[in-house]
């Protein structure tokens, strides 16, 4: 058994632990700082772009993050927050862009518009609401809107092929929304913390345990794959520890036992990719197409028609296609759910598996769906798509949060939530989109939780790399129009403005 100290423990290899350890050590280079990844890399889970949308989730064509309310009234904050979260993370890459820790942008983030579409008398009327209460808004005012196939043709050429010309169609844009190859951007974040004297990686580790002591933490790491022996566990000694593991954060927050972590559960969702292998195909449509999802399916379950670039090749997705699987990650185990079943969240999940039965009926059958149905779900945005053309791929699995609930003692929640120790001494990222494309502005309320006493000090080096906050992007429009500029220019994502 070897024993190490650190300042910071960052456990997963994924964009939250990356981000976090960049801005730990931009802040504070004297940082001690190891990262311990369970696989042989880093971003191989979640993070991956096979593995998620690659969406830079703005609020732009996503109609999930604008439900309509009982009354009919459009509900836009959660799509404002998103927003101004994303354009914390662009300041962010800026700033390491321009010190060079960053390569190129475009390796890792490339301008893609971001539409909405939809068919249908009613959703239009909803796209039409939906255009006309946002864009009154500063961080929306650039939203385009047309009922007019031609126009709508120019944006989306696949989209309108075929398509019968009585159908009432709408579709909204934004010119410069984005396409981010996350797994690219953390590896290459990884690799400038690797160039600093603090820094350590350390892939091939699992952690077995957690134990909190007089200066933080002492955690337990066992090599993947090797029977468990004191010769070959390494123990960490940590002031402060964070659980960025995807879906394998949360039984890592109940190895933990803090307080804070009772009455949390997780509800696991798979999903799958229809791939498109004609290049010309692909060649014929650049944007991300989002559309409204099926009645009963889950916010990550929105279908989208999607150009993406991974490892600087270009791709053509759709989907995704959820599913149910008790594995909280893609290399996981079957008894991840079953296992994460305790005392302290029994209750909280009996009460949200009742609450949602239509739900796991409705992700049961889609594991079930055979390629003639999910060819024909594509044909809806693509009529004339060719089945040949298209290949069923695996993607990512995303662990829903289940929480306590004073009405009904738990309920299920389709976001991101950080999780905190009184102390400050460890933090928890649980939950799934927007995830990936806020990671900087969930960080930095990471820092003010648990760096309280240091931000004084760090305040001047933050603001140069973050100079407007998510609050202040949403209420000054003079702010957000000089931030947005700035980024959209050194991010390279400007081109079609």
Known sequence: MTQTNVDIL???????????GTMLMQLDPTLKVLMVERLDAVAHESTDGWNNAGTGHAGYCELNYTP????????IQRALNINAAFEVSLQFWSALVEQGWLESPETFINATPHDSFVWGEADVAFLRQRHAVLSQHHLFKDMQYSEDPDVIRQWMPLVMQGRDPAQAVAATRIPYGSDVDFGSLTRQMV?????????????????????????????T?????????KKTQRVVNSRFVFLGAGGGALPLLQKSAIPESRGYGGFPVSGQWLVCTNPAVVRQHQAKVYGKAAVGAPPMSVPHLDTRIINGEPALLFGPYAGFTTRFLKQGSMLDLPGSVKRSNLKQMVVAGKDNMDLTRYLVSEVFQRQKTRVATLRQFYPQADAADWTLMKAGQRVQIIKHCDNKGGKLEFGTELVTSNDGSLAALLGASPGASTAVDAMLQLLERCFASSMPAWQSR?????PARSRVLVEDAAVAQAVRHRVLSCLKLDSDR
């Open 68 to 75: 309509q309310a009982a009354d009919g009234r459009i509900q």
């Open 191 to 219: 690799a400038a913390l690797q160039t600093q004297a603090g820094f350590e990686l350390r892939t091939g580790q699992v952690v077995s345990k957690l134990t909190r002591n007089n200066s933080g933490w002492q955690v």
């Open 10 to 20: 960052l456990v997963g290899g994924g964009i939250m632990s990356a981000t976090l």
């Open 221 to 229: 790491l066992q090599p993947r794959g090797i029977s468990k022996s």
């Open 462 to 466: 933050l603001d140069a790399m973050i």
